[in-house]
């Protein structure tokens, strides 16, 4: 087949980049807490040292039983080595540009910022509970919302009992703050010079 047809467009290096999840406002930092931090690096670790290794083995495997052009095994994972070193380039430029933070080291434990978790009420009374992370660790349906998303915007320097307005689409909504918490502080880095969190 002629490459011509197979070719993957220049544009696929840079997806996870361009990915609405992944931008940040211009001029900010990277802010990251110390678990995002160390679970990000333990993803690029796991990738580089295990992932990678493994399937560039079963790809020089494939090429060696000759046609490489109806090899599955080969085509499958030639594309499964795109996508890790497009996710390895990616975890490493966001990591060189972490700002990270320990929330545990917060000195207003009584007031919302980065790193907090907020239990607030909605005008209907309903109750949510989240906790206010960086963009790259952000997991909304599990409460872990970026701190450049609307409703961390909203409570960002609010205390507990304090009532803010968050607006939305569909119009103001007063937001009542039930209770703000911070975790301990991160244990202390490894010495040994594994980390530098």
Do not use: C
Request: glycine share 8%; hydrophobic share 35%; no cysteine.
């Amino acid at each position: 087949m002629n490459k011509a047809f197979v070719k993957e467009s220049d544009q696929d290096d840079d997806d996870d980049l361009d990915s609405p999840a992944s931008a940040l406002p211009s001029g900010t930092k990277n802010y990251m807490t110390v678990l995002g931090y160390r679970r990000l690096r333990g993803e690029l670790t796991h990738l580089m040292n295990k992932e990678r290794p493994e399937v560039v083995q079963i790809v020089s495997w494939a090429a060696s039983n000759g046609d490489r052009s109806e090899n599955g095994d080969y085509l499958y994972g030639k594309k499964r080595l795109r996508e890790i070193d497009r996710r390895i380039r990616f975890l490493t430029k966001r990591l060189e540009i972490a700002e990270v933070v320990d929330p545990g080291l917060q000195p207003n434990p009584d007031q919302v910022f980065f790193g907090a978790t907020v239990v607030y009420s909605d005008s209907q009374g309903e109750e949510f509970t989240i906790t206010i992370v960086g963009v790259d660790e952000a997991e909304p349906l599990q409460g872990r919302i970026s701190w450049i998303s609307p409703v961390a915007r909203a409570l960002i320097k609010a205390r507990e009992g304090d009532t803010v307005v968050l607006r939305t689409p569909a119009g103001k909504e007063e937001l009542d703050i039930l209770e703000v918490s911070y975790p301990e502080p991160a244990p202390a880095p490894d010495l040994d010079g594994d980390s530098p969190i």
